[in-house]
Each structure stands twice: as structure tokens, then as C-alpha cells.
């Protein structure tokens, strides 16, 4: 059996865990496998990561087992922790009792269940919030196409508390131009503008492809978050609409879904 | 002579009490209204009764003029998918809570005013759907004043207040006859001025204080005025009546309950 180099990477929300991992695949000349825990039937940052950075490999948890009984030697594994997991009562295949723990925290916090779990903390970024008792909402969207004028409204309303305080929200949304845009927002941290995620533009029908929302906050409005975003969202005519409009203005070597 | 111009009430009545009370600490001879009494606020018949009693001229707003002739906009009405459907919530509960009289009211306002070199349009003197936004090309804008004849135009309907002077405006014309030569003119217009009012009853500069003008006739002096009011009684009141909350969240930042077209360069098709 090869040893397997792997680390488990945990964290509040926010602290910057996919953004550490992200440097560490950049910075090192081995391949890396991505593995999410937590992250349910919405993973964002595995989609995010998969597309943007270029020699990961992103594992499904189905396919952890199978993984394991014939992993890729040489390779670098991170596996995130979602931040709602109990680290203490976590329990992993026997594989991987030998990893390296890393904990990414804001500056100057005592988080101790984190730091006691961690071999090394890693300093993260100084999140404005946090929250006694954060909760998680997620949506999976896939399938849906989003008008960016009333997404850039709902996301304004969204993370300026419009529908609760919300400490950290991310979220991939198919647009009516096609791309597939990755929307990130740590509360306390500068407000950054959406990045067009490296897919193909989608031009034929519905998107078979992942899209969806996570939220993490406290009295949200789940009722409301959904129904505005559902708003949001183009019937099958408008799709059709500005999808031809996408084919008449595609240049040759364009790359469409 | 001292006038007061305000304009886009939008059924918010605790503003427009505000607004009242502030013109009366300011000595007005007159007070003319550019429209939108109803549309998102919690008391449009309040407004509108409240306009009547007081007697003050006003024109039709695009809010007016579809809660009598129904929804048909121009895309620059609805800048997304979901203003669009807020706005048609907005419509719809208006619709619902209007009184006859006040729909007959709304529905006999005219659609421009004049008092001497003075005109009051809701939007453009085009149309009252159109957005003559401050930053509008300088020909447009000049066209606009001078189709009215007058020198001072009054509008409101982007709901941020703000004075345009269009002085030392000079257009040439170059006209190409049958015979192939050419024929140049020359226009100089005297200075003009676009006044937007602003939004009593549904800012959006940020804030949510309730903006109108004054304009004093014997000094030529424009002055946009600020009101604060207690506007979480009006967000209490939009949810009380069932609105959607959003209005309320957005009516307390000062950033409108639904965002208006930013294209300048739009012209309304409606």
C-alpha cells in the first residue's frame, strides 16, 4: 500500500481554507486531488476549483473508497472540512489516519476546538463577523439560468443583510450570456465583483452543469432568499431568446456547451 | 416669486407630510407636483387626497398613468427581471387598494404644466416613462428644454435631484442640397436649465430623506432641499399592508424599492 500525502484542511467560514489550498496546488509541482467534505449535493468550491486551477483533480466522495484502494502515487490529497462538521466525532477510512491536520483561522482568534485538532494553524483572513450560532443555507440551481441584472441586485440585497446577517455567502449561477459565474462574499472583506468561472458558454437549452447557492448566517430569511432568487430566474422562451442571440455572435474557435 | 417642485411621492404619506411642513417654513407663493403620487408606498389614496386638498398643480407620473391605462412598458421601465416583477407586485396591490375617485383623478392630470418660462414634466416633455438622466447627451437634454419653449424645465422620475445648466449650446447644421452643394447653419441657444426634483416618497441617493427644490423667481436661485421623516413608520406600514418587505428594506437605505434604467443614451418607445 503507497503512503498517501494528505491533508485535511479545516477552518470557519470565510477564513480562507479553498484559497490556502489553492496556493498550495499552485505553489508545488505535483499533481493534487481535491476531496470536499460537507459540501453535500452543492459543491461550490470543488466546481470552482476544477475549473480555475489547472492539474487538480476534483473526487467526488462517492468515490473515496475507491479512491483510496488505488490512489494516484505522488500525489498531493487536500481534503476540506466543511465548517459545520464536528471535527471531534469526525471519522475517516484508516488511509488517511496519518495526515496532516491544518486549520485556517482569522487573525487573533481562540477557536480552540480548531486549534486543538490542528498540527498547524495557518493564519487566514480577518473575517468582520462572527456568529454564535451560524446557520447554513444551501440551493442547488442547476438547470437554471439567471437574469445578471436582477442576480447583481438580489446578491447586493443579500449580502447588505436584506434577508438576515450573513457572515459568508458563494454561489455559481448560469447567466443569460452563457457563462457560468462564481460569486464570493466574506463579510468585513471588500466587496468583490463576480469571476467568469473557465466553462464553455452555454448555448443549448437548460445548463447540464452545477449551479447553486450556500449562505451561512444567522436569522435568515430562507423563505425570501429563494423566492427572490427564483425571480431571478429566465423561463425556457427568454433562454432560447438570448442563447441564439449567443450562437449568431459566436467568432470561429469559440467553445460552447 | 418662490415656488416649491416636488415630484414621486409613491404613496409614502409620512414624507410627503414632512415635505409639506418643510416648503411651509420656506415662504412658497406656489407648489407644483411632477407626478407618481401612487406605485410602491403604503398610502396612495392618503396621497393623492391630501394633493387635492391642498389644491397643487400636478402632472401625470408613469405610475399614475398605468394604474389608469394598465401595464404596457418600454423596457426602460424595468431595468431586470426581478424589478420587473416587483414593479407588477407594486402595480398590483395599488391596483387593488385605489378608490374610483382617486383613479378618475389620476387619469385627468395633464401631462405637462407651464407658468411662464417655467415647465413641469414627470419625465421628459416626450413622454413621462422617459428618464432625462444627468448625464444625458447635451443635445438630447437641449432638445428636451427647447421643445417646451421654455427656459427652465422641471422633472423628476430618476428620483436623484440634480440642476443641469445648458449654457453657451451651439449646434451647426449641415444640409446637403440637390445640387450637391452644401448649406451650414448656425443655432445658438440661451442658457437653459434642467431641475430634477428629486423623489419625495421613495429616494435613491442613498439616503432616505425625502428630496424636493425650491426655486425663487427674483433671485433665479435654485436650492434642492433634504427632508429627514420618520421613514420606519412608512417601513412599518409597507409590511402591515402586505407589500413585499424588500420595499421597506430598500425604501430605508435610500435606494428605491426598484432600480431604474442606468442607460442614458435610452429613448423611450412606449
Avoid at chain 2, 160 to 184: F, T
Wanted: with cysteine; proline share 5%; aromatic share 8%.
Amino acid at each position: 500500500m503507497p503512503s498517501l500525502n494528505i491533508t485535511l484542511v479545516s477552518g470557519p467560514p470565510g477564513a480562507g481554507k479553498t484559497t490556502w489550498i489553492r496556493q498550495q496546488v499552485n505553489s508545488a509541482a505535483e499533481t493534487a486531488v481535491y476531496l470536499n467534505l460537507g459540501s453535500g449535493n452543492t459543491p461550490i468550491d470543488s466546481t470552482y476549483l476544477a475549473t480555475e486551477v489547472a492539474g487538480l483533480t476534483v473526487l467526488p466522495v462517492e468515490q473515496l473508497t475507491d479512491f483510496l484502494a488505488q490512489p494516484l502515487v505522488g500525489s498531493a490529497v487536500y481534503v476540506e472540512l466543511g465548517f459545520h462538521i464536528d471535527l471531534t466525532s469526525l471519522i475517516l477510512p484508516d488511509q488517511m489516519a496519518d495526515c496532516q491536520r491544518v486549520t485556517v483561522l482569522p487573525p487573533a482568534t481562540r477557536q480552540t476546538e480548531w486549534r486543538n485538532w490542528a498540527d498547524l494553524v495557518v493564519t487566514g483572513v480577518k473575517t468582520g463577523m462572527a456568529l454564535s450560532q451560524p446557520h447554513l443555507w444551501r440551493s442547488v440551481l442547476s438547470g437554471q439560468v439567471l437574469d445578471l441584472a436582477s442576480l447583481n441586485t438580489f446578491w447586493y440585497e443579500l449580502t447588505h443583510g436584506a434577508y438576515g446577517t450573513v457572515q459568508r455567502a458563494k454561489g455559481i449561477f448560469d447567466v443569460a450570456d452563457g457563462r457560468s459565474l462564481y460569486f464570493d462574499f466574506v463579510a468585513g472583506l471588500a466587496e468583490t465583483t463576480y469571476l467568469e468561472l473557465n466553462l464553455p458558454l452555454w448555448c443549448n437549452g437548460r445548463p447540464d452543469r452545477f449551479s447553486g447557492i450556500e449562505v451561512v448566517g444567522e436569522a435568515l430569511d430562507q423563505e425570501a432568499i429563494a423566492e427572490t432568487i427564483k425571480a431571478c430566474c429566465l423561463e425556457d422562451h427568454v433562454i432560447a431568446y438570448y442563447q441564439q442571440q449567443i450562437k449568431d455572435s459566436l467568432e470561429p474557435g469559440d467553445e460552447v456547451a | 416669486m418662490k415656488i416649491a417642485v416636488m415630484s414621486c411621492i409613491h404613496g409614502n404619506y409620512e414624507a410627503l407630510n414632512a415635505v409639506l411642513s418643510d416648503i411651509d417654513d420656506h415662504n412658497v407663493d406656489k407648489i407644483y407636483c411632477l407626478g407618481d403620487l401612487v406605485g410602491y408606498g403604503p398610502h396612495p389614496n392618503a396621497v393623492v387626497e391630501m394633493i387635492r386638498a391642498l389644491d397643487i398643480p400636478t402632472c401625470q407620473g408613469c405610475w399614475d398613468e398605468d394604474i389608469v391605462e394598465g401595464l404596457n412598458a418600454c423596457e426602460c421601465s424595468y431595468p431586470s427581471v426581478l424589478a420587473e416583477k416587483r414593479g407588477k407586485l407594486a402595480h398590483e396591490w395599488t391596483n387593488q387598494v385605489i378608490y374610483p375617485e382617486v383613479r378618475q383623478y389620476l387619469a385627468q392630470l395633464p401631462l405637462s404644466l407651464r407658468d411662464d418660462n417655467l415647465c413641469f414634466v414627470h419625465g421628459s416633455p416626450h413622454n413621462q416613462h422617459e428618464y432625462l438622466l444627468p448625464e444625458v447627451d447635451a443635445f438630447v437634454a437641449m432638445e428636451r428644454v427647447l421643445t417646451t419653449g421654455a427656459d427652465i424645465l422641471f422633472c423628476g422620475h430618476t428620483h436623484v435631484p440634480y440642476v443641469r445648466s445648458l449654457d453657451a449650446s451651439q449646434m451647426q447644421i449641415r444640409v446637403k442640397l440637390a445640387d450637391k452643394s452644401e448649406q451650414e447653419t448656425s443655432f445658438s441657444a440661451p442658457l437653459k436649465r434642467i431641475v430634477n426634483a428629486g423623489s419625495v416618497g421613495e429616494p435613491r441617493h442613498g439616503r432616505p430623506n425625502a428630496t424636493y427644490v425650491i426655486y425663487d423667481a427674483n433671485t433665479d436661485q435654485i436650492t434642492l432641499r433634504e427632508v429627514e421623516y420618520d421613514y420606519e413608520k412608512t417601513c412599518a406600514a409597507i409590511i402591515e399592508k402586505g407589500l413585499p418587505p424588500i420595499f421597506a428594506w430598500r425604501l430605508a437605505r435610500g435606494m428605491e424599492f426598484a432600480e431604474r434604467a442606468d442607460d442614458p443614451t435610452h429613448v423611450c418607445e412606449r
